[in-house]
T-cell receptor
Framework: EDQVTQSPEALRLQEGESSSLNCSYTVSGLRGLFWYRQDPGKGPEFLFTLYSAGEEKEKERLKATLTKKESFLHITAPKPEDSATYLCAVQAGTGNQFYFGTGTSLTVIP | NAGVMQNPRHLVRRRGQEARLRCSPMKGHSHVYWYRQLPEEGLKFMVYLQKENIIDESGMPKERFSAEFPKEGPSILRIQQVVRGDSAAYFC???????????FGSGTRLTVV
């Protein structure tokens, strides 16, 4: 069965303290890996799509990377406004659905 | 340029009642997806629709749940005879083409009392 696992479940960082979030997946025929940000009471907000191993995408303080088994979301010098739950999802095979992980809840302390 | 619009934002139903959740996709998007998010769980796929067609309903419970996306108007997710276990956040997403990145709405939070 296709699976997406995110770690850690929760992460507390001091402002400016860089770290990485992990998303490991076991799927057949990866078509894309997606990162979303979700704030409390809101829908997921799209961040990045990665399609093949070795690909990297950057946006402000965030950088996403992809290998054949996992993806990392690197957060450089985070600010309190980066506090949110970060979701990873994969699309695989011929299906239309995304398989989501349970997310990493990030708290950045001023 | 409105995004994906869902209403209502919050819905309270007594056990046995019906719940109707609405979703208007982004302008120009003809593909609609419904997901359910239970507390402490990830988003789970329910159904994928295009105008007047259900493309993939493999994630829909076999009973009490139905979805439609008519030629005119929003997509509707309908839950009949709701039970406490149906309490969750229901998210709709849309895309311009099938199989590409989604844009999500803000969700409908259903509480069954």
């Amino acid at each position: 069965e296709d699976q997406v696992t995110q770690s850690p479940e929760a992460l507390r960082l001091q402002e400016g303290e860089s770290s990485s979030l992990n998303c490991s997946y076991t799927v057949s025929g990866l078509r894309g890996l997606f990162w979303y940000r979700q704030d409390p009471g809101k829908g997921p907000e799209f961040l990045f799509t990665l399609y093949s191993a070795g690909e990297e995408k950057e946006k402000e303080r965030l950088k996403a990377t992809l290998t054949k088994k996992e993806s990392f979301l690197h957060i450089t010098a985070p600010k309190p406004e980066d506090s949110a739950t970060y979701l990873c999802a994969v699309q695989a095979g011929t299906g239309n659905q995304f398989y989501f992980g349970t997310g990493t809840s990030l708290t950045v302390i001023p | 340029n409105a995004g994906v619009m869902q209403n209502p934002r919050h819905l309270v139903r007594r056990r046995g009642q019906e719940a109707r959740l609405r979703c208007s996709p982004m302008k120009g998007h003809s593909h609609v997806y419904w997901y359910r998010q239970l507390p402490e769980e990830g988003l789970k796929f329910m159904v994928y629709l295009q105008k007047e067609n259900i493309i993939d309903e493999s994630g829909m419970p076999k009973e009490r749940f139905s979805a439609e996306f008519p030629k005119e108007g929003p997509s509707i997710l309908r839950i009949q005879q709701v039970v406490r276990g149906d309490s969750a956040a229901y998210f709709c997403a849309s895309s311009q083409q099938g199989g590409h990145g989604y844009t999500f709405g803000s969700g409908t939070r259903l509480t069954v009392v």
